[in-house]
């Protein structure tokens, strides 16, 4: 038997899930911006003046930016940024977050492989309507490194280009095959 609710929804509940995902979007930009290098995503994900502590830095995101990119270019080949567990406090305005991470750098010489683990606690505001960072704390908890693998290198150039900037297959409008491309096995 099928019932049907006919309640309507409760619009403060409503307003929670859309806030929560747009707090969701902002860190997701926030992981991409810094993985390919995009100061505009990266800056996005926060609002201007915003206070950015990494620890080893701390400062406004307009001075963490070119510090985190120089950093990142002169350290990797590339990186990925995931992110995990998270918990978000929401009260009017103002947000409460915290939000795992781990990051897989490729060392550009040394171990071949980097991991960073720990969590990034934000303090997330609404202005004008659009959630973004206000204030970080990024905390590292662990590090690790990985020694070259036992596998053969993978060929990048088989299903499109990974790149640290806009030529990445991720930013291609509309994302199209290539029907010339072939994959040797």
Same mark, same amino acid.
């Given at each position: 038997?099928?019932?049907?609710?006919?309640?309507?929804?409760?619009?403060?509940?409503?307003?929670?899930?859309?806030?929560?995902?747009?707090?969701?979007?902002?860190?997701?930009?926030?992981?991409?911006?810094?993985?390919?290098?995009?100061?505009?995503?990266?800056?996005?994900?926060?609002?201007?003046?915003?206070?950015? *502590?990494?620890?080893?830095?701390?400062?406004?995101?307009?001075?963490?930016?070119?510090?985190?990119?120089?950093?990142?270019?002169?350290?990797?080949?590339?990186?990925?940024?995931?992110?995990? +567990?998270?918990?978000?406090?929401?009260?009017?305005?103002?947000?409460?977050?915290?939000?795992?991470?781990?990051?897989?750098?490729? +060392?550009?010489?040394?171990?071949?492989?980097?991991?960073?683990?720990?969590?990034?606690?934000?303090?997330?505001?609404?202005?004008?309507?659009?959630?973004?960072?206000?204030?970080?704390?990024?905390?590292?908890?662990?590090?690790?490194?990985?020694?070259?693998?036992?596998?053969?290198?993978? *060929?990048?150039?088989? +299903?499109?280009?990974?790149?640290?900037?806009?030529? *990445?297959?991720?930013?291609?409008?509309?994302?199209?095959?290539?029907?010339?491309?072939?994959?040797?096995?």
């Amino acid at each position: 038997m099928t019932t049907t609710d006919t309640r309507a929804p409760d619009p403060r509940r409503l307003q929670e899930l859309l806030d929560r995902q747009e707090i969701h979007d902002a860190l997701l930009r926030y992981t991409r911006g810094v993985d390919r290098l995009d100061e505009d995503l990266l800056r996005s994900a926060y609002h201007p003046g915003a206070i950015d *502590d990494h620890g080893i830095f701390r400062g406004t995101v307009e001075e963490f930016i070119p510090w985190a990119f120089a950093g990142h270019r002169a350290s990797h080949h590339g990186e990925q940024h995931y992110i995990t +567990n998270h918990t978000c406090e929401i009260d009017g305005d103002v947000a409460h977050t915290e939000t795992y991470f781990v990051m897989v750098g490729q +060392n550009r010489s040394g171990t071949p492989v980097t991991l960073h683990g720990g969590r990034y606690v934000d303090r997330f505001e609404r202005r004008d309507g659009e959630w973004r960072i206000a204030h970080r704390i990024s905390m590292v908890e662990w590090t690790g490194g990985v020694t070259t693998p036992d596998l053969p290198p993978v *060929d990048r150039r088989q +299903n499109g280009t990974v790149a640290r900037d806009r030529s *990445d297959t991720s930013y291609d409008r509309p994302l199209l095959t290539d029907e010339r491309r072939t994959l040797e096995i």
